[in-house]
């Protein structure tokens, strides 16, 4: 089975046509402050080296989220680009509490694309840590989850407990990013028939993935995760779906050159889209956030970075349109 993970952002446009079209939203930029933290940052001194991969997971397990991934990054890289580590330490990890992200997904379908929450743990000199996860500010800028929902609220109290517990004695970094206006689309998304839906729906939703997943990974993109997102719903009493998945997917030739420089966008990292489809709606639906929340999030200028994303974004988006034609 599959390794759980899950990763997407946006604001909520929505516009429901018949047949299959693709659904894109912008940023309006004119109502946002000068600064926003859409990104916040947690370190702690580890010169002791009491702190671990299994005592940072332990630390969210006693909060009530499950881990779906801790990714070790070096590793990786090396297998693919070899040289030597930018950072001593850098991974990706990845946490999900099913029954508060439940009780979000049944009035916030696309609270999916944060389900899980990614982080991203990383030392330059295996001394000071980091990590770094979304804000409540930008979770919610992000799913269209209002900031005082008492739900996300929930979620974001144990996320916070959690980081706390894990680097006892941290603190929050103080961050001043600037808010960039970026030059494509916040979000893309997708609604669509399902062919021979009526004949047998999960028949139907089978072969269409079987489809995309293999499209997909023939760009170069890799299906790093998937879950059966319905099971949660269904344990925690959601029943307004006829199915819902999630995908967590990569693309090491984006997130190597951006953790250069950029090690924080963990907490976008890697990219999550969810396909659901409610009992009320003909539509079946995807989406998956555009590379744009990390040039915004984070100040991304620089070539290197911003270049591989940018074509990332551009392929990957052709790459599904091409399935849904």
């Known amino acids: ?31 946002m402050q000068h600064e926003r933290e859409d990104i ?22 006693n909060n009530g989220f499950t881990i779906t991934g801790n990714n070790n990054m070096n590793l990786a890289f090396e297998k693919r680009f070899g040289g030597g580590k930018d950072y001593q330490v850098y991974r990706l990890m990845f946490v999900y509490n099913p029954k508060i992200m439940a009780k979000i997904l049944k009035n916030y379908p696309e609270f999916g ?16 840590f980091y990590i770094s996860s979304l804000s409540l500010v930008g979770i919610s800028r992000i799913t269209g989850v209002p900031q005082n929902n008492p739900d996300l609220l929930e979620l974001y109290g144990a996320l916070t407990k959690s980081l706390k517990e894990a680097f ?6 103080k961050l001043s990013y600037e808010v960039i206006k970026p030059d494509g689309e916040i979000i893309t998304r997708f609604a669509f028939v399902l062919k021979n839906e009526s004949d ?23 299906i790093a995760g998937f879950t059966n997102v319905l099971d949660d719903l269904s344990e925690n009493g959601v029943d307004d779906y006829e199915f819902y998945d999630a995908y967590s997917i990569c693309n090491l030739d984006v997130i190597y050159p951006v953790h250069k420089k950029h090690p924080e966008v963990g907490a976008f990292a890697p990219c999550m889209m969810y396909m659901y489809k409610k009992k009320d ?6 989406g998956y956030p555009s590379v744009y929340n990390w040039v915004m999030s984070t100040n991304i ?25």
């Not at 916040?40 to 397990?61: L, M, P, W, Y």
């Not at 006892?168 to 970094?173: L, P, Q, R």
């Open 1 to 31: 089975m599959r390794n759980i993970t899950l990763l997407v952002l946006t604001f909520i446009f929505a516009a429901f046509f018949s047949g299959c079209q693709k659904q894109v939203a912008t940023l309006d930029t004119q109502k």
């Open 281 to 286: 709606d003909k539509f079946t639906r995807m």
């Open 168 to 173: 006892v004695g941290g603190k929050f970094e």
């Open 40 to 61: 916040r940052i947690f370190s702690v001194d580890n010169s002791d080296g009491k702190i671990t991969t299994q005592s940072i997971e332990a630390a969210f397990i």
């Open 113 to 128: 694309l944060l389900a899980p929450l990614s982080t991203s743990v990383y030392s330059k000199d295996g001394k000071i």
């Open 301 to 325: 200028y620089d070539d290197e970075s911003l270049d591989p994303l940018i074509d990332a974004q551009n392929l990957l988006e052709a790459t599904i349109d091409a399935t849904i034609e």
């Open 200 to 222: 047998d729906i999960d028949e139907a939703k089978s072969a269409y993935q079987e489809t995309l997943e293999g499209e997909v990974e023939s760009v170069g993109f890799t």
